[in-house]
């Protein structure tokens, strides 16, 4: 019986990080350029002083699925769709660059260039930051370019660059806070080729039907497993009874 709730209670844990997988992507099915979560599960053996047995099954969200999102036309300048394998550079709540594929950039009150999680937009200088006023457009190449209203006659001026770097061939792994970064540390060379969608949005990759399946069956699995541990425990009272009548 001990092996048998083992298992059980082993199925049960990776269970419950798989329907905290589900949920995640179902509430962010309609999340700008958000990548849907893999779980990976591997077994973990216990190791004790004179014996190694048992792999209890250990689920951690290791990657995402870097599918392409489908594309609509907002016709907002500060909108940019990213595409293939190009992700944007923003930083994180540690100050350490990160990764993104949501383009629907915003100036907040002190100038800075932010997108719709909050996160600064960086540039090849730093966060990127535009004059008080100004009448801000990105270009396909990522540059950000300003226009006074004061001054019609005058053509934009640059004021930044958005970082574009490309993750072919390299490691990336997705963080709890929605972002990609470089394990160990460390930041993706710029991209001088990458080109972006101005006035345009990706979608999250997200399939709510898809979705919708495996909660079902997830949600199946763990009624099944659950079940398992109540046969052990009236198995194990079903022996103890026989034993006290012998």
Known sequence: ????????????????????????NMANAQTIGFR??????????????SIEARAMTRGEVRGANMKQGALIETGNPLDVALTGRIMLAVQGEDGEEAYTRRGDLAVDATGLLTNG???PVVGDAGPVTVPPGAKITIA???RVLAAQPENPDQPPQEV?????VSTAGSAIEKGLDGLFRVPGGG????????????G??????????????????AQR???????????????????AGLMRLT
Do not use: C, H, W
């Open 117 to 119: 999680d909050g996160r």
């Open 221 to 239: 699995l763990f009624d099944m497993r659950t079940k398992l541990i109540s046969t052990a425990r009236e198995l194990d009272e079903g022996g």
């Open 1 to 24: 019986m001990d092996r048998l709730i083992y298992t059980a209670y082993s199925g049960l844990t990776g269970s419950m990080v798989t329907q905290q997988v589900i949920a995640s």
């Open 200 to 217: 345009s949005l990706e979608q999250s990759n997200v399939e709510p039907t898809r979705v919708l399946v495996e909660m079902v069956e």
């Open 160 to 164: 930044g660059r958005l970082k574009l």
């Open 36 to 49: 849907a979560e893999l779980l990976s599960a591997d077994p973990m053996t216990l190791k004790g002083p």
């Open 140 to 142: 396909p190449d990522g």
């Open 187 to 198: 930041a993706l060379p710029v991209d001088e080729d990458a080109r972006l969608q101005p």
